[in-house]
């Protein structure tokens, strides 16, 4: 009988992909750092006076003393998290983790702590301590796995959530997502890819184009239109890199007669806040809320994007005015709905592939977006498969966290961060896994490129753009040959 | 050895359970508080109740959880916990002696079920703690605390068991007496203060990690005035 946790060779054995001999070696993660006002020695005095604001203006506290109290340090959740069965480092047991941060509060911030302090002496933080929590804190791509399986419900991811803040406060976070946030709130074009007005409209004039020339069909995307039911942002990386999903989305708005608007004022859904700073975290959501409110629009509808869809959905009422705030909805929920109301039809005999689905993190996990995309998926695609586990106990894609922002750290992410993942769909054979999230779309394009899996990422909308099936009075062209 | 015995199930034990008893109240209280002042500070109040009550029920009684992952721990910690909860309060002698000091009954346990769950209690518990020295990852987390308590915890079961089953002579039947009554005495002090709190805070842990993510609205300018970084970019 044994007793002990997965022995290193069987958490070998878990992983079926051969190992690459660039595999071996931990990959360290090595972020550059973001560091402003930089003074060795007096960090961790910095530290301790951030987080002693923080928690004097935020909710933390209550959770602290309640993790301090319930912490059991059982090691449940080192069968949970992704990153620790690649690496096999200790360092990396979600439940270790927080203890860095628990026990800065424990020591410096309860009685018990100071009292202990006085007696015994518990040892002033040091810089040594900040530096291993910078790395370990950047470490976890925030897939929030690990609370499901802690029996005494410690939220690791509010942990590793609020340590990321606290850093940041003291200069540091990586860089990526520094700079991207500066262009977002502060830059002349107001959103993270640095992309002007006139980029937009041009994409935008682009697609239309393209759209007719597929379907014969004409599809406006309408610019600031006030008083729309929808003010649709999506991650503003799609209209660079994801141009099928957007497509897929205007048609599906199209088909369906809905009213809906992007603004060309602010058409970036991406917010960087979530995974280092909740004061960031608070303005990206108030000037998209504003935007909302300027166009006079009914809710605010988000597009194929994880992070983005919670952020918007769960701190929009937190800061705009709780349950008087607009609504906020992700694009698969009015998809669904459309579905469901039979205003929206799809061709059953278009995609004939095998398919499957890939949870994204921040819209599974708590149980809000998991049947619905796969009710559409199912309504068309003949050949549906289910990874495992799924739904709300998925695996991250490992880009989770802000990760994916960051290119140097790409060795990291297909290799440490998503190997389950890539072994995952690997197993389904499936020949596209759908991401309706743009950071899981581009951090499982470059895992399965690594990983050497041959299935092709694509999103939801992009497969709806397949199988939609037009009103014959919206037709105005027969279907194009393509040699014209 | 008579009135030490005396002493100790008499004064001492009233002491001890008293301390237990309040100091379980004020992190009871404490938590709750806590969590009220979070919930008056969020910029939204709704809460998934429903979700968190269904996940508090789950982890309650973890059956569901027993054959999803880690198999052998969850058996032994549900069947660790099962006797330590039940021996204590429905044991046919421990219920007899609340009743002639405080005329307070209950339902008891039969006494085949009593021996059995001090049993498994027992060899469960070594089993937990074996496991907690054989895993390296449990080993890794654990502070001298954890090593202790699950020994700590078997004290009063063993010596207990042998006062109620071996055939054995006054005098040694008294010293087990003694250890059973000390070492209760002592969980009874030390569970407020340690990670044996759980066994009140873990009915509202879901609660607390679905209310924990309400943040309060307007945090930037509060935080950055005190900061002396009002203003300051990103």
Redesign the interface.
């Known amino acids: 009988?044994?007793?002990?946790?997965i022995t290193p060779e069987e958490r070998e054995k878990a992983f079926k992909t051969p190992k690459k001999p660039d595999v071996i070696e931990k990959q360290k993660l090595n972020v550059r750092y973001h560091v402003e006002d930089y003074e060795v020695g007096s960090r961790p005095r910095r530290f301790l006076?951030?987080f002693a604001?923080?928690l004097?203006?935020?909710?933390?506290?209550?959770?602290l003393?309640?993790f301090i109290?319930?912490?059991?340090?059982?090691?449940?959740c080192?069968?949970?998290c992704p990153v620790y069965l690649a690496t096999g480092d200790?360092c990396d047991?979600p439940?270790?983790r927080s203890?860095l941060l628990l026990s800065v509060y424990r020591r410096h911030f309860t009685m018990?702590g100071m009292f202990r302090g006085r007696l015994f002496g518990n040892g002033y933080l040091t810089d040594d301590e900040i530096e291993e929590m910078a790395e370990s804190f950047w470490n976890c791509t925030a897939c929030r796995r690990c609370?499901l399986?802690c029996?005494?419900?410690?939220?690791h991811a509010?942990l590793t959530h609020l340590g990321r803040f606290i850093l940041s406060?003291i200069g540091i976070a990586p860089r990526a997502l520094?700079v991207s946030?500066?262009e977002q709130?502060?830059g002349a074009t107001g959103n993270t890819s640095a992309l002007p007005v006139p980029a937009l409209q041009d994409t935008l004039e682009f697609l239309e184009e393209d759209i007719f020339d597929d379907k014969g069909v004409e599809v406006k995307f309408p610019l600031d239109v006030e008083r729309s039911e929808y003010l649709f942002t999506p991650a503003v990386s799609d209209f660079l890199m994801e141009a099928e999903t957007l497509m897929g989305i205007a048609a599906v708005f199209k088909a369906t007669g809905g009213s809906w608007t992007i603004s060309t004022n602010y058409y970036d859904a991406i917010n960087y806040g979530l995974f280092y700073n909740?004061?960031?975290l608070?303005?990206v959501i108030r000037k998209l809320y504003a935007e909302a409110e300027r166009l006079k629009t009914d809710s605010i509808l988000i597009g194929e994007c994880g992070h983005a869809s919670r952020t918007a959905r769960?701190?929009v009422?937190?800061?705009c005015g709780?349950?008087k705030a607009k609504p906020v909805y992700n694009i698969m929920e009015y998809t669904h709905k459309m579905l469901e109301e039979g205003k929206l039809k799809l061709d059953p005999n278009v995609v004939t592939e095998t398919v499957t689905y890939h949870d994204p993190c921040n819209i599974a996990r708590?149980?809000w977006l998991v049947d619905k995309p796969r009710e559409i998926v199912r309504a068309f695609c003949k050949n549906y498969v289910e990874m495992k586990p799924n739904k709300t106990e998925n695996l991250c894609c490992g880009g989770g966290g802000g990760s994916v922002s960051i290119d140097e750290i790409r060795p990291y992410r297909t290799t440490v961060g998503g190997r389950a993942k890539a072994d995952q769909i690997r197993e389904t054979g499936a020949k596209y896994v759908i991401a309706p999230c743009a950071n899981c779309k581009k951090q499982l394009r470059e895992l399965l490129e690594d990983q050497e899996v041959d299935c092709e990422v694509i999103g939801l909308h992009d497969l709806i753009y397949k199988a939609i099936i037009f009103n014959d009075k919206d037709i105005n062209k027969p279907k194009p040959d393509k040699e014209d | 050895m008579q009135q030490l015995l005396d002493f100790v199930s008499g004064p001492l034990f009233r002491l001890t359970f008293l301390i237990m008893i309040l100091g379980l109240l004020r992190t009871f209280v404490l938590d709750l508080w806590g969590a009220w002042d979070a919930y008056r500070r969020a910029g939204d109040k709704k809460l998934a109740w429903g979700d968190a009550f269904s996940k508090t029920i789950q982890w309650l009684f973890p059956v569901r959880r027993v054959f999803t992952r880690r198999p052998l721990y969850s058996l032994f910690s549900i069947l660790f916990h099962v006797g330590l909860i039940l021996v204590p309060i429905f044991y046919l002698g421990h219920v007899q002696l609340w009743e002639e000091s405080t005329g307070l009954s209950w339902w008891t346990l039969p006494h085949f079920w009593a021996d059995l769950l001090t049993l498994t209690t027992i060899i469960f518990g070594l089993l937990l703690f074996l496991g907690r020295l054989i895993s390296s990852e449990a080993r890794y987390l654990s502070r001298s605390q954890d090593y202790l308590w699950p020994i700590l915890l078997v004290v009063p079961f063993v010596s207990g068991y042998f006062c109620a089953n071996l055939n054995i002579s006054p005098a040694s039947y008294q010293v087990f007496m003694l250890i059973h009554i000390l070492s209760g005495e002592l969980i009874f002090v030390l569970i407020p203060f340690t990670k044996i709190a759980h066994c009140v805070l873990m009915p509202l842990s879901q609660f607390i990690i679905s209310l924990a993510w309400k943040f309060p609205a307007r945090i930037d300018d509060k935080i950055g005035a005190t900061m002396d970084k009002k203003g300051v970019g990103v």
């Open positions: 009988m044994r007793i002990g946790l006076e951030a604001v923080i004097k203006h935020t909710n933390y506290r209550f959770a003393e309640h109290r319930m912490s059991a340090k059982c090691a449940r080192a069968v949970q200790k047991i439940c270790h203890e018990g609370t399986e029996p005494a419900g410690i939220d509010l406060e520094v946030t500066r709130l502060e909740d004061r960031i608070e303005r769960y701190f009422p937190i800061h709780g349950s708590q149980g």
